[in-house]
């Protein structure tokens, strides 16, 4: 049966037209990026999202496939686009998974070469910072530490605006809706406010999105009806001088 799947990842390698990338996946992931090769020519019916008339590419990736971070990493490396060249500081360890640029780390847990391993709420700092970007870290402060604390993550993102250069900059941050109840009645009762907010909605198994009103998303459910997040939130707050 080895042999088989050893023949038949050997096989794919040589014969089909993927990526380099995604080759390389087969060779070290084994059923795992079959399953993505699957997902990307059969079940994926298109490339795309759009949200707010802009049409953005699914990060393609057998790391994302299967959840946000296929819309997420597309969305905030826009605005790291656009802020290449200036101090750009990530809350959370993810980014650098799978694209390298130059930035700064800040992650409580996740101990990597270049990572600053300290709370979010504590964290002081005397570079400032024209953008900082989140994906997907924020719903668990507070809500996956002990002592639980609902208001944590609140006190996390007043943080984050002091750390903001005089001149002013930007702050997105993506949060996947149903994880964490107490961050979903925060936003509910306008304690958890952006100067923009946008929403997208899973809408098939395929994992594909659609931008979508805060009363769709609003109620919707971590794991259920579909794998990870179903509804999700994209806060932009715009720190003024």
């Not at 090769?37 to 699914?58: E, M, V, W």
């Not at 799978?98 to 964290?123: C, P, R, S």
């Not at 998303?217 to 259920?224: G, I, L, T």
């Amino acid at each position: 049966m080895f042999s088989l799947i050893k023949k038949l990842k050997v096989l794919l390698n040589r014969r089909l037209s993927v990526a380099p990338g995604v080759r390389y996946a087969f060779r070290f992931k084994g059923f795992q990026c079959l399953l993505y090769f699957i997902y990307n020519r059969k079940i994926l019916g298109h490339n795309t999202f759009i949200i707010l008339g802009k049409t953005y590419h699914y990060f393609d990736s057998y790391k994302t496939w299967i959840g946000e971070r296929s819309v997420e990493i597309p969305i905030v490396m826009e605005m790291v686009r656009k802020y290449q060249g200036t101090n750009i500081l990530e809350i959370g360890n993810v980014l650098s998974h799978h694209i390298q640029f130059e930035h700064d780390i800040l992650d409580k847990y996740e101990v990597a070469k270049g990572v600053l391993n300290e709370d979010v709420v504590e964290f002081r700092s005397e570079k400032k910072y024209d953008l900082i970007v989140s994906v997907s870290t924020l719903e668990h402060v507070g809500w996956d530490e002990k002592p639980r604390d609902d208001m944590k993550i609140s006190h996390a993102i007043e943080n984050l605006k002091t750390l903001v250069t005089p001149q002013g900059g930007t702050i997105i941050i993506t949060l996947p809706l149903g994880y964490n109840p107490a961050m979903d009645k925060l936003l509910k009762d306008g304690i958890i406010q952006f100067s923009k907010q946008y929403q997208l909605l899973r809408i098939s198994k395929g994992n594909e999105w659609k931008s979508a009103s805060w009363e769709e998303v609003k109620d919707a459910k971590y794991n259920s009806p579909l794998p990870f997040a179903n509804g999700l939130l994209i806060g932009i707050i715009a720190v003024k001088p």
